[in-house]
């Protein structure tokens, strides 16, 4: 167990709808980055949090977007979604002064129909 | 950006074998070379990392060989056993990007008994 927690676990949703991811980081940990997995783009970066500012973005489409709160939980927002969203979302976070280590949380599966 | 071959995409050996996964990496700048574990149905585990400092370090079974020159790095399981089976990837960072980590596209290792 990385202490990074994710929910939910799957989620089940139709074209065009709206859903929110939450992420708690580690204890501690003040940096949150989201990545997404699928079985043609592999694990890809999105975006990264760093207390509450975001630091960096990678392959993150418009339409998707994210926060992180004062309590330090995230929350990635993917709207009008479409067929290719279905994927594996993670969230990973790190330490202040270790910014290399990330430990990854177990994921929420997303199916778009 | 970067840009990370992993290879072989799929491994499989006898029980009590070594086996060897080479990554490598397109840009000088990168720094930090962690390495995932992910098994079926849960998140990425970080299982062993080397910074560009050094040229080898190990851990148990495991142990990761860094050349700086060739760009190239490769994780070595020594004696494995039927649990090592899973998915592995290698990752490369740069500081200064936020931190973001540019994956393989990832090793399935079949260890059999």
């Known amino acids: 167990d990385s202490g990074v927690t994710q929910t939910p676990k799957h989620l089940i949703t139709a074209t065009g709808q709206r859903v929110t991811l939450r992420c708690s980081p580690r204890s501690g940990d003040l940096s949150v980055y989201w990545y997404q997995q699928s079985l043609d783009q592999g694990l890809q970066f999105l975006i990264q949090y760093y207390n509450g500012e975001e630091r960096a973005k990678g392959n993150i489409l418009e339409r998707f977007s994210a926060q992180q709160f004062p309590d330090l939980h995230s929350e990635l927002n993917l709207s009008s979604l479409e067929l290719g969203d279905s994927a594996l979302y993670f969230c990973?976070?790190?330490?202040?002064?270790?910014?290399?280590?990330?430990?990854f949380g177990p994921g929420t599966r997303l199916t778009v129909t | 950006g970067e840009n990370v071959e992993q290879h072989p995409s799929t491994l499989s050996v006898q029980e009590g074998d070594s086996a060897v996964i080479k990554c490598t990496y397109s840009d000088s700048a990168s720094n930090y070379f962690p390495w995932y574990k992910q098994e079926l149905g849960k998140g990425p585990q970080l299982i062993i990392d080397?910074?560009?400092?050094?040229g080898e370090k190990k851990d148990q079974r495991i142990a990761v060989t860094l050349n700086k020159t060739a760009k190239h790095f490769s994780l070595h399981i020594t004696e494995t056993q039927p649990e090592d089976s899973a998915v592995y990837f290698c990752a490369a960072s740069m500081k200064g990007t936020g931190n973001q980590f540019y994956f393989g596209t990832g090793t399935s290792l079949t260890v059999i008994p």
């Open positions: 990973a976070s790190s330490k202040l002064g270790t910014l290399y280590e990330q430990y």
């Open positions: 080397i910074r560009s400092n050094v």
